[in-house]
């Protein structure tokens, strides 16, 4: 079974701090995504990574910054945590043509 | 742009009964993929089904099946003999099948209850 783990699913930072977020997959996948999960807004692509070291910015990449240094795992980092960046955070990560697979979402609160 | 609406924010259907969830996408592209996905309360997210475009047979995962109408740009899930670990959050999405591109376009969801 494919695993994708996040490393917290619950965290409370405050304004202001450096939030890093981190995901791992185990089924040496080439894709990795971060996403955004609000109510009433669905998913919400914040970067995604197609190999070691290469990322893109997906609809809404402000405020934050990914890093890929290991094909399995894939970080999402929020160097200047604000309130409106309080929401539930989804990594995936797929094959080339294959399905998406998710991790159990980090809910993040900043205070 | 392509885009993926959901038009139901939150469905009821009786246990053992049969519901359909619509989604509807626009697209120019002829090659593409479209999923539906179930988030259960608190849960990971799931593939539940997954349709290529240039397939004309509708998926079907036994209770789950889709009514994939390429021309309307419709895609539905019907869930028949609903049960209770049926209620989640479901999402639809579409994907390209240009071979350079990795995104994923998701729709805003439905909430499904189900009723004991």
């Known amino acids: 079974d494919v695993k994708v783990t996040q490393s917290s699913r619950y965290l409370v930072k405050r304004t202001g701090e450096k939030v890093f977020l981190e995901c791992v997959q185990d089924?040496?996948?080439?894709?990795m995504f971060w996403y955004r999960q609000d109510p009433g807004l669905g998913l919400r692509l914040i970067y995604f990574?197609?190999?070691?070291?290469?990322?893109e910015k997906g609809d809404i990449p402000e405020g934050y910054s990914v890093s890929r240094e290991k094909k399995e795992r894939f970080s999402l980092i929020l160097e200047s945590a604000s309130t409106n960046q309080t929401s539930m955070y989804l990594c995936?990560?797929?094959?080339?043509?294959?399905?998406?697979?998710f991790g159990p979402g980090t809910r993040l609160l900043v205070l | 742009a392509q885009t993926v609406t959901q038009s139901q924010p939150e469905m009821s259907v009786q246990e053992a009964e049969t519901v359909t969830l619509s989604c509807t996408y626009d697209t120019s592209e002829s090659d593409y993929y479209l999923f539906w996905y179930k988030q259960p309360p608190s849960r990971q997210m799931i593939l539940v089904i997954r349709?290529?475009?240039?397939?004309?047979q509708n998926a079907t995962e036994n209770r789950f099946s889709v009514n994939f109408q390429k021309a309307a740009k419709s895609f539905s899930l019907k869930i028949s003999d609903s049960q209770l670990g049926d209620a989640a959050m479901y999402f639809c999405a579409y994907r390209s099948g240009d071979s350079g591109t990795y995104k994923y376009i998701f729709g805003t969801g439905t909430r499904l209850k189900v009723l004991a």
């Open positions: 089924m040496d996948h080439e894709n």
């Open positions: 349709q290529e475009a240039y397939k004309q």
């Open positions: 990574s197609y190999d070691v070291k290469m990322k």
């Open positions: 995936a990560s797929s094959s080339y043509y294959e399905t998406q697979y």
